[in-house]
């Protein structure tokens, strides 16, 4: 009988490649979805026709409860969240209820449902996967960074990350849970959203080129990051949570780039000199900046035998295209200016 997975999250970016990949595999693919009308809903159905859609949210425990017994789930991916680091300032508490918080639902959700009590074992359970984030190294305290590298989480998002990933680690002690954390550093693609800075850039040299906009402003032009393409990681969450033994895995590609080089590299994809178009604007400056990041991936390459296939220039490359072709058909997306 085929496998069935239940996605946290699958409006966003990463749950439309996991659905994808996951549908490739043969598997019954149902996604968690919250709100009465939705728009992202109807967004993600008409691209993932197969995925089957259950209500639900983050925020309400009884919701999780119906939603793991109505679909019966082999596998659960917890990617929903407040994702924006930015918004987590101005949303704190929100940040920390729905992407801190929640993982407690969903790890509670399935052990009520799953009848897991203290000192279980892990096997013929309802398997987890927890998507934890590189923003909980934040500022780093050794470079790569490592599964055993400390924490210093620098924004009320990466707090809150850094919860969910501790309480992960907990129930996997606690209960014999088979659940795990991946940490994944920065991963992007032409359906990130238009207010992360990958996208940002690649949609304002897109629109600059076409001639629908004349400047690009950005803030801190100096951190660095390890960027990586979301098609690649997301058949990391799926390896680990395959895996003899739940682990948690650091996914990244181990090279660094400052948001300068993105910049420099998306427009020059566009054919443009981006000195002449790019605006720094101190009002998108953080008020605590994670300044490094990069990925030390050893134990995926050697224990699932996981690596990342497009280098970064092929995913800039990727989404300049993507969205001049976008553009070009008349359609924008929201243009991120708050962000
Ligand atoms: P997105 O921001 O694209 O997607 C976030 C998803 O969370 C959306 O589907 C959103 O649904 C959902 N969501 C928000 N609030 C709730 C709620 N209250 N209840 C249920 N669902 C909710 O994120 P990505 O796809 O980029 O990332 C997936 C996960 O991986 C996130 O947890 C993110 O923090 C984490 N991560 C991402 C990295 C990256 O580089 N992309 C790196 C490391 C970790 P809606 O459409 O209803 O708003
Ligand atoms: P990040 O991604 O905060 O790393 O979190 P983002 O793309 O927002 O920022 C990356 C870096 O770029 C700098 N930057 C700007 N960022 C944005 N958004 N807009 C700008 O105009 C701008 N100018 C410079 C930022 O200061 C930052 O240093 C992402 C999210 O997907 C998280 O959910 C995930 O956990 C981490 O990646 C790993």
Redesign the pocket.
Known sequence: MARRALITGITGQDGSYLAEHLLGLGYEVWGLARGQANPRVSRMRKLLSDVQVVRGDLLDQGSLISAVERVQPDEVYNLG?I????MSWEQAELTAEVTGMGVLRMLEAIRVCSGVSRGGSSSGQIRFYQAS???MFGQVSETPQTERTAFHPRSP?GVA?AYGHFLTQNYRESYGMFAVSGI???HESPRRGA????R?VSLGAARIKLGLATEL?????E?R?DWGFAGDYVKAMHLMVQSGRPEDYVIGTGRMKS?RELVEAAFAAAGLDWERYVVTDQA???PA??DLLCADPKKARAQLGWEPHVSFDELVAMMVDADLRLLSTGHDPDDGSW?
């Open positions: 969240a994702s924006f680091v930015p984030s590189s923003e998002y990350k994944l550093f920065n207010e992360f800075v990958t940002k402003r950005l803030g801190n032009l951190a990051r948001v998108l400056h953080r900046e994670v962000s």
